[in-house]
Structure formats: structure tokens, C-alpha cells
């Protein structure tokens, strides 16, 4: 089925960890985003990118890096893990008319 | 800045009941407009959207309408199931230039009771 792919669903990370939470779309869309979400706060935009070779910050991109070296992936990488990076992550593709799918989620913890 | 704000959870009312949950937004512009739903364990999903003043959205029997004067997009429905226990998210979203910025409120959790 068409749609967007986020791996892990589920990670524990201790204190000064580094991972990369992926993200991957079969709907051959230029635009993908990663956004985080925590109660109470709706989700907020972290990084996006309008194409391959493009990335920009959103409302809370430090602590994350991005890149998108092709249409189909778009990983968030956590250089150095800190419990406030606890959160749940989603990946979102933005279609026409920009209607946007999400991927399922990445649950993190930093312990 | 751009913002969008719900009214406050949980809202907790009983099958067939009526449902409203209020959203207001700011923005520089017009901006398109949507309600996403996340049921739990899920990731969001579009519930409905409009992209200009007046239009109306609807979907599942859930409607909203988007009101320039007033600067809102209310969630209306008439009678609500146990099955629409869920998260709901208002959003708006600027046109060209702006594409994978999509503003959230802080999201309404939504319980019905049998």
C-alpha cells in the first residue's frame, strides 16, 4: 500500500545517544516533514524539505539534523539524545493540495 | 506569529450526543484549514479541510466551516459514537513558499461514553 514508513516504532535511548529515525514514502512526493508531539502542545514542526538536496528548520529543530538525498527518504538524526527529545515523532508527506499522510509514529524515551 | 488554538480536554460526553470543539487561528494570510484526527496508537488522519472563507468541510458526519470574521473553524457533530473517542487537532496551512508548514493547535481529546 501506498503511503509513509517510519522506523522504529518504539526506542529507548540513554543520555548522549545518537540514532537516526527513518522515513521513507512510495508516493513520490516532494515534500516531507518531520514533526514532534508532545501533550499538550499539538505537534511542532521540527525540519522539512521541499526535495531532494533541500532541507529547512521549523519551530524546534535544535538537537536534529536532516538531509534528503533522495525523493524517497528523509531520516531525523538525534546527535546527542536528551530526555527533553522524549516525544513521539511523526513523518508527514505533503501531497496535492496539500493534503498531508503521516506515518504511524516513532515512540522515543531518553533515559 | 501564526498560531491555531482549541478549546481545552478532555471533552467527555455520552453517545449521540451533540459535538462542537471550538478553533480559532492567527495568520498573516488565508490560510487553508483542516481537522486531523488520531485515534489511539495511530498517527494522525485528515478529517476534513477548507481552503477559503465560507467553504465547508465534512466528512464522517463531522462538518466545520470556515468563518473569515470570526477567524474559526468549529468541529460540529450531531450525534457522536463510542468509535470517535479520539484525539482531534485543528491546523492551518499558508499557500506557496510555506508547503510542509503545517501550524497545529494542541489537540482536544474527545471520550464518548455508551
Known amino acids: 500500500n501506498a503511503g509513509v514508513t517510519q522506523t522504529p516504532k518504539f526506542q529507548v535511548l540513554k543520555t548522549g545517544q545518537s540514532m537516526t529515525l527513518q522515513c521513507a514514502q512510495d508516493m513520490n512526493h516532494e515534500y516531507m516533514s518531520w514533526y514532534r508531539q508532545d501533550p499538550g502542545m499539538g505537534l511542532r514542526l521540527i525540519h522539512y524539505s521541499v526535495g531532494a538536496g533541500i532541507t529547512d528548520q521549523g519551530e524546534v529543530p535544535n538537537g536534529y539534523n536532516v538531509s534528503r538525498s533522495t525523493t524517497e527518504d528523509f531520516p531525523l538524526r538525534l546527535l546527542s539524545a536528551a530526555p527533553s527529545q522524549t516525544s513521539v515523532y511523526f513523518c508527514?508527506?505533503?501531497?496535492?493540495?496539500?493534503?498531508?499522510?503521516f506515518g504511524s509514529g516513532t515512540r522515543l524515551t531518553v533515559v | 506569529g501564526d498560531s491555531v488554538t482549541q478549546m481545552e480536554g478532555p471533552v467527555t460526553l455520552s453517545e449521540e450526543a451533540f459535538l462542537t470543539i471550538n478553533c480559532t487561528y492567527t495568520?498573516?494570510?488565508?490560510?487553508?484549514l483542516f481537522w486531523y484526527v488520531q485515534y489511539p496508537g495511530e498517527g494522525l488522519q485528515l478529517l476534513l479541510k477548507a481552503t477559503k472563507a465560507d467553504d465547508k468541510g465534512s466528512n464522517k458526519g463531522f462538518e466545520a466551516t470556515y468563518r473569515k470574521e470570526t477567524t474559526s473553524f468549529h468541529l460540529e457533530k450531531g450525534s457522536v459514537q463510542v468509535s470517535d473517542s479520539a484525539v482531534y487537532f485543528c491546523?492551518?496551512?499558508?499557500?506557496?513558499?510555506?508547503?510542509?508548514?503545517?501550524?497545529f493547535g494542541q489537540g482536544t481529546t474527545l471520550q464518548v461514553k455508551p
Open positions: 495568520a498573516t494570510g488565508y490560510p487553508s
Open positions: 508527514a508527506v505533503v501531497g496535492f493540495n496539500y493534503g498531508y499522510t
Open positions: 491546523a492551518s496551512h499558508l499557500g506557496s513558499g510555506n508547503t510542509g508548514k503545517l501550524i
